[in-house]
């Protein structure tokens, strides 16, 4: 993949269809939501579309967002009450935007959208300093498996149909833990690419990162419905504390 790849890429090549590819919230998480909000306001990070934000400002959650994407959040601003939220335009590793909030949120992985160590820890202490005292920081990431790569690489059959097939071709790199995709679409209407970047962190690193930021582990689950983290579990949704 080219050196161009920035934090809009992502949203601006996906957001035309991204409402196509991703359902409603998962069962249990805009409940999750509500509660650990208490009275707000809340901050999400990567808001996209608003498949969070807008299910959560129709619960009457004070909302704000920050998203590099202008085109997944002129999708959100389409859509019924979308226009009300205010959204921060520019790269969340900085967290651009003022607080205190009550609770701030990173769904759908979205957090490993910052591509280096750095950037990932400059998050949590940006997050920290906007957080009231004892606020919380929420994160939905998967548990990295490296098994599914052979020889740091991948390729993985999403959908096979009569006339179109779509495939996830990825790459990563240890060093770095940065995993270079593109889901690739063939159709008959000719060869589209969507490019995604993540950079992995384990759990501990995560926790890590955070108690470096002032923060602690509070919550961590398997699930929206508070399922059990285990060993085998495929991500997490973990709550950190702003110590007081
Ligand atoms: C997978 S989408 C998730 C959108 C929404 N949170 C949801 O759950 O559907 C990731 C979003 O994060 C945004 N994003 C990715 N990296 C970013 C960065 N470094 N700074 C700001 N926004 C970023 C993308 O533009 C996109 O809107």
């Known amino acids: 993949m080219s050196g161009e790849y920035g934090p809009a890429t992502y949203g601006d090549r996906i957001a035309d269809c991204y409402d196509d590819l991703y359902s409603a919230p998962e069962d249990g998480s805009i409940d999750l939501l509500v509660e650990l909000a208490g009275s707000g306001p809340v901050l999400e990070l990567g808001i996209g579309t608003g498949r969070m934000a807008l299910p959560l400002a129709a619960r009457g959650v004070r909302i704000e967002g920050v998203d ?6 002129a999708k959100m601003r389409s859509k019924p009450g979308g226009s009300g939220i205010p959204v921060h335009i520019g790269d969340f590793s900085g967290v651009p935007a003022a607080g205190p909030y009550s609770l701030v949120f990173v769904a759908f ?10 950037d990932q820890t400059r998050c949590f202490s940006a997050t920290s300093a906007r957080l009231q005292s004892g606020g919380l920081f929420l994160l939905e990431v998967f548990v ?8 740091n ?38 060869v589209k690419l969507y490019p995604v970047k993540v950079r992995y962190a384990w759990p501990a690193e995560l926790d890590l990162m955070a108690e470096s930021a002032g ?21 997490h949704i973990s709550v950190y504390e702003r110590r007081r």
């Open 153 to 190: 690489q991948t390729v993985r059959a999403i959908d096979v149909g009569v006339d179109s097939v779509a495939l996830e071709v990825s790459r990563y790199d240890p060093r770095t833990q940065v995993v270079d995709s593109q889901r690739v679409l063939i159709a008959g209407d000719g």
């Open 144 to 151: 990295p498996d490296l098994s599914r790569f052979s020889a």
């Open 215 to 235: 923060m602690q582990l509070k919550h961590r689950w398997s699930g929206w419905m508070r399922e059990p983290f285990g060993p085998d579990s495929r991500r």
């Open 68 to 73: 590099a994407s202008e085109a997944m959040v």
């Open 109 to 118: 992985n979205t957090f490993f959208g910052l591509l280096s160590r750095e």
